[in-house]
C-alpha cells in the first residue's frame, strides 16, 4: 500500500520564540537549525523578519541546507497596496523559500483588532500570497485563531481558508491558536474544511492549553490534515505547542499512523531525536523533563518490583516502544518498594554480580528500605547506593575518618562598619594513624566545610582535586519540628566528565551535607581504584 | 438535562509514588489527602499496605472525611485460599473503605509473571473481590495492560473484565499500564467492553507515553466510561498519569463535558485547584511546571505584541476560559503599566490603597523585579511581600536591630566517646539602645538561631511567645557554583492561629534562613498593632 506524504513544520524558532524566559540570538537559532536538519523537518520557520533585528539579520541569508526556510509574517494591511506594506515587504526581502502570512479567520477579530471589513480580509489574505509566489515563494496561510472562528461564524472561517487556497497557497495552517478545542471538534472541523482546501492542503497548528496538542494535531491528520506544525520539546507560550519530539515517534512507530503515513524523518534521524532534544535543552539553558514521552530520562524508567523480573524477561510486555529505536535507554530503579529482582539488576549494572540466594542480599535490601523509610532516596542517589550496595559486601576500604568537625556562620560588622557574613569550617581528618586539620572559609556553612574537607588529604590529594561539586539540592522531610533534612550533591570528575549523585540525611542540615559529602570523596577513591 | 456521574480516583499516594524522586512520608500523605479532599476526588488510593513501612503504617487509620479511603495490592496468589494470602490478608487489615486489586489481564503476563493458568487468574480475580465485598469493603479491579492484552487475546481479556464484574466489583478500571495505546483504540476498545461490563461500572486509567493521557481519559468517557483515575500535576513513572489538574478544568468547564457530566469538584474547588497545585508541589519539593494547563504560572501568560491591547479589551477572544475560574491569573509579561496594575491589585488585597500616580509605587515595582530576578518569589511569601511594601510606603517601625549573630555546627565525640553533632547559636540585638545577648542550643543551626532569636526580646517578648515556626523550606536557585539559596518559612500565631510566610534569599543558607525569620518577627510585632 503507498503511504501518503505527510509534512513536519517546524516553528521552534518563531512561536516557540514566544515562551516566556526564552529569546534567541542569532547564534542560537543557528546552531537549532542544524538540529532540525539533522531530524528531518520539511519547513523551518525562523522567525519574524521585520519584527525584530535579531529576526531581521537572521533571515538575510538563507539558513537551511535541505528544509524549506521559511519567513512569518501577517497579511498586508487593509487600505494599502502589498508594494505599500513594510511587513510584507520585509517578508519579500528575506532570503527564505517560503512565507508563512497569520491572517485573521474570525470575524470579530477583522472587526476589533484589524478594525476592517470581512472583505478586505479577504482580500488582504489573496494578495499577500500572490505577492508571494509572483516573487517566487512559497506561499503559506496560518488562519489565526480558526477553531473559535469556525465556531462562532462557520462561512466566514471557510471563506478565509478558501481564499487561501485559490490564490495559490501551498498551505492553510488551521491555528487552534486558543489552544482550547477538543480533538472532536477538531475532527469535525477539519472534515469541514477539507471539503473546500482538499487535505493534502490543509495543515494543523495546535497548542497544549488543555493538554491536548498531540491529540488534536493526530485528529487533524486522521480528518485529512497533511501537515503538522510543532515546536522542539513542546516548547511555546503558555502551556506549549505541539511536541514534535513526541509527535515524530509516535508518527513513525505507531502502526496505526507508520504504515499510512511517511515523513520526511528516518529511522536513523528517529534514533537522533534523544540526543536532538537534550542538545536543544543545552542550547537553551532548560531543564530538561524528565518525564517527557520518548526522549524523557525516565520515559523508560520503572521502578515497581511487580514489573521489574517480567520486565528484564521480555521488555516488549512492558514497555510501548523499545528505548533504543528513539535513541533512549530503559533504567530500572532501586527503592523503596524493590523487590529483590530490581536490587540484582542494579547491582548488575553496577557491576557487582550476586547469586541471588545469597543471605547479604536480604540484608542489603532491608538496609535499603530501612533507610529509605528514613529519607534516603537511593534511586537519586547511584554513588551512595554503590557505597552501600560494596559496604555490605565487605568491598570499601577505609580510607579516611573524619574524627570531627566545627562549622561557623557569624554576620557582624567588618572593619569599614559594613555587615557582612562569613562562613568557617575546621575539619580533623585521621589518615592511616596520622591527623591532619584544615581550616576553611565558605560562602556558606557547607560551602566552607566541603573545601575543608578536601583541602587536604595527604596521599588522596591528587585524586580527590580532580572532583568538583556541581549541584546541590535540600529537601526538608515530615515538615514543622521533625523535620528531617535530605541534601544530594552531584559531583563531577574535571578530567573525565563523569558525574555522579550522593545523598544525607539527619535532622541538621549540616550534617546531611556532610554525609553526602564523605560518601561523594569516598565514592571517588573507590572508583580510582585504590 | 439530568448529567450523568463521573467518579474521579486519585492515585497520587500510590501510582504517584512511582515517580523517579518521589518517596512520601506518612506526614507527607497525609497532607496530600487534606488537598484531595480540597479537591473534592471521590476516591484516594493510598498506597499498597504490606509492600513498605510506610504505606502499611499509613493505613493503620482511615485517613479520610468524605473520600473513599482505597487500599491498593495484587490478587490472591494462584494455588493458595484468600485465607493463606499474606498480601490480600494486609489489605484486609489496612483501615480503608474501598481495595483495589489489580489483576493480570494479557494471557502473556498470567503464564510468565504469574506462572499460572488463564482459568487459576480468573479465580484469584472472582476470589479477591469477593472477599473484599465479604469484609464490607468496596472492591475495584485495575485491569493491568488491558489494551495490550485486548489486542493480544481479546477474549481472554473481556473475560478478566467480566469475571471482576460477575464477582461484584464497583468497578473494572481498564489500565493503559504501557502507556502506549492511541485515544481511538482506547475508544474502540472500551466501547466493546461496555458491552460485558456496564459503563458506570467502568473506569480508565491512562499513562501518558505518548503525551495523551488526557485524551485517552476523555475517549474512554466518551466510550462510556463513568471513572478516571488520574494524578496532580499528573505525576507518575515514566512520563506520569492523567493529570487530574488538566482533566478537572476541562470537564467542568468545556460544554462538551460539562453539559453531560457532573463530578464531586464544586465550583469553589474548582477555583482552589490552582492553589491545590501549588501546594502539592510544596510538599514534594518539585520544581513547578509553569507550563501546565489551567494551573502553570504561564498558563495564561502571553508576551505582548500582537495580542495584548485587544486582550485586554476582551479576554474571551484570547484566552480558551477565565483565569479565575481556576484560581489562576492572566499576566501580560511586558509593559510596565501591565505591571503596576497588578501591583495596584496587590496591595489593595492587603488592605493597603495606593493613587496610581503615587511615584513611590514605580520605586516598589522595580525593587519587587530586582528582588525577583535575584530569587525572591513575592508570590509565595505575603508576610515578606507586604513588609517591603509598608517599608516601601514608609510604614514600618524599627522595633530591633540585630547587631550581630554567630552559628556553630560541632561534630565530635562525646564524654562518652559517641559521635554527636550539636548546633549553638548566639544573637546580640539592640532594642531602644539596650544591648540583649542570647545563645541557644537547636537541632540544626537554623533552629538553633531561631530560638536564640526569639529568647530574650524585652518588651516584645509576649507577643513574640504568641509565633511559633510551623515549617521551613529551603531551594537551590541557579545550581551549581552560583547557587543562591531561597528559603521560605512559614509562621503561625498560637493564639490566632493565623499563618503567614516570609522569604530570604542569599548565597549562605543561614543568611537567607536569618532573613526569612527576621521577617516573620518583625510582620508579628506590626500585626500585633504596635
Redesign the interface.
Known amino acids: 500500500m503507498t503511504r501518503e506524504r505527510l509534512y513536519l513544520f517546524d516553528t521552534t524558532l518563531r512561536d516557540g520564540q514566544?515562551t516566556?524566559g526564552i529569546d534567541f540570538s542569532v547564534d542560537e537559532k543557528i546552531a537549532i537549525v542544524e538540529l532540525l536538519e539533522r531530524l528531518g523537518v520539511d519547513y523551518v520557520e525562523g522567525g519574524y523578519p521585520g519584527?525584530n533585528p535579531t529576526d531581521t539579520a537572521f533571515f538575510s541569508e538563507k539558513r537551511t541546507k535541505s528544509a524549506v526556510f521559511t519567513a512569518f509574517g501577517m497579511t498586508k494591511r487593509a487600505g494599502r497596496s502589498v508594494s505599500n506594506d513594510p511587513g510584507v515587504q520585509a517578508l519579500l526581502d528575506a532570503r527564505s523559500d517560503a512565507i508563512c502570512f497569520v491572517a485573521k479567520a474570525?470575524d470579530?477579530?477583522v472587526r476589533?483588532?484589524l478594525e476592517t471589513t470581512n472583505e478586505e480580509n479577504l482580500v488582504s489574505i489573496s494578495e499577500s500570497v500572490e505577492a508571494a509566489t509572483a516573487a517566487g515563494r512559497e506561499a503559506l496561510v496560518d488562519c489565526e485563531?480558526f477553531f473559535?472562528g469556525y465556531k462562532a461564524n462557520r462561512d466566514y472561517a471557510l471563506a478565509c481558508a478558501k481564499a487561501a487556497y485559490d490564490a495559490g497557497a501551498r498551505w492553510v495552517v488551521l491555528c487552534d491558536t486558543?489552544?482550547?478545542?477538543?480533538?472532536?471538534?477538531v475532527r469535525e472541523i477539519v472534515a469541514d474544511v477539507a471539503r473546500v482546501v482538499p487535505g493534502d492542503h490543509l495543515g494543523i497548528h495546535a497548542h497544549?492549553?488543555?493538554?491536548?496538542?498531540?491529540?488534536n494535531s493526530?485528529?487533524a491528520v486522521?480528518a485529512g490534515c497533511r501537515h503538522i506544525q510543532g515546536t522542539l520539546n513542546g516548547i511555546g507560550?503558555?502551556?506549549?505547542n505541539a511536541?514534535l519530539t513526541?509527535l515524530i515517534p509516535?508518527l513513525l512507530l505507531?502502526p496505526?499512523y507508520a504504515e499510512r503515513f511517511e515523513t520526511g524523518v528516518g529511522e536513523a534521524a528517529l534514533k537522533d531525536v534523544t540526543a536532538i532534544s537534550r542538545a536543544f535543552d543545552e542550547i537553551v539553558n532548560r531543564?530538561p523533563d524528565?518525564?517527557?514521552?520518548?526522549v524523557?530520562a525516565?520515559?523508560?524508567?520503572?521502578?515497581?518490583?511487580?514489573h521489574a523480573?517480567?520486565l528484564l524477561?521480555?521488555p516488549q510486555?512492558?514497555?510501548?516502544?523499545a528505548p533504543e529505536t528513539v535513541g533512549n535507554r530503559r533504567r530500572v530503579?532501586v527503592?523503596?518498594?524493590a523487590g529483590k529482582s530490581n536490587l540484582i539488576g542494579e547491582l548488575k549494572r553496577l557491576g557487582i554480580e550476586v547469586d541471588r540466594k545469597d543471605p547479604r542480599l536480604d540484608t542489603l535490601l532491608a538496609d535499603v528500605?530501612e533507610r529509605?523509610?528514613l529519607?534516603y532516596?537511593y534511586?537519586?542517589a547511584d554513588a551512595s547506593f554503590e557505597l552501600l550496595a560494596r559496604r555490605r559486601l565487605g568491598e570499601v576500604a577505609g580510607y579516611f575518618d573524619?574524627?570531627?568537625?566545627?562549622?561557623?556562620?557569624?554576620?557582624?560588622?567588618n572593619a569599614i562598619g559594613e555587615l557582612v557574613?562569613v562562613?568557617e569550617a575546621v575539619v580533623k581528618v585521621d589518615i592511616d594513624g596520622e591527623t591532619r586539620m584544615s581550616v576553611a572559609e565558605g560562602?556558606?556553612?557547607?560551602n566552607a566545610l566541603d573545601i575543608a574537607l578536601r583541602k587536604d588529604l595527604g596521599k588522596y590529594q591528587s585524586i580527590i582535586d580532580e572532583m568538583e561539586?556541581?549541584?546541590?539540592?535540600?529537601?526538608?522531610?515530615?515538615?514543622?519540628?521533625d523535620?528531617v533534612?535530605r541534601v544530594l550533591i552531584e559531583s563531577q570528575n574535571k578530567r573525565t566528565h563523569k558525574r555522579w549523585f550522593t545523598i544525607g540525611v539527619?535532622?541538621?542540615?549540616?550534617?546531611a551535607s556532610?554525609q553526602a559529602l564523605i560518601d561523594s570523596v569516598t565514592y571517588t577513591l573507590l572508583k580510582a581504584g585504590i
Request: aromatic share 8%; proline share 3%.
Open positions: 514566544q516566556n519584527a474570525w470579530y477579530h476589533v483588532a485563531h473559535d486558543n489552544g482550547g478545542t477538543l480533538p472532536n471538534e497544549d492549553d488543555t493538554g491536548q496538542a498531540v491529540a493526530l485528529a486522521e507560550e503558555r502551556c506549549g511536541n513526541t509516535t505507531k496505526a531543564t524528565i518525564h517527557a514521552p520518548y524523557g525516565s520515559a523508560f524508567a520503572t521502578k515497581a518490583g511487580i523480573s517480567a524477561k521480555d510486555t512492558y514497555e510501548h516502544v530503579l527503592s523503596d518498594q528500605k529509605e523509610a529519607g532516596a534511586e537519586a573524619v574524627k570531627s568537625f566545627r562549622v561557623m556562620v557569624e554576620r557582624r560588622f557574613t562562613s560562602n556558606g556553612p557547607v561539586l556541581i549541584d546541590y539540592k535540600v529537601r526538608i522531610l515530615n515538615g514543622g519540628t523535620a533534612t539527619s535532622g541538621n542540615i549540616v550534617d556532610f
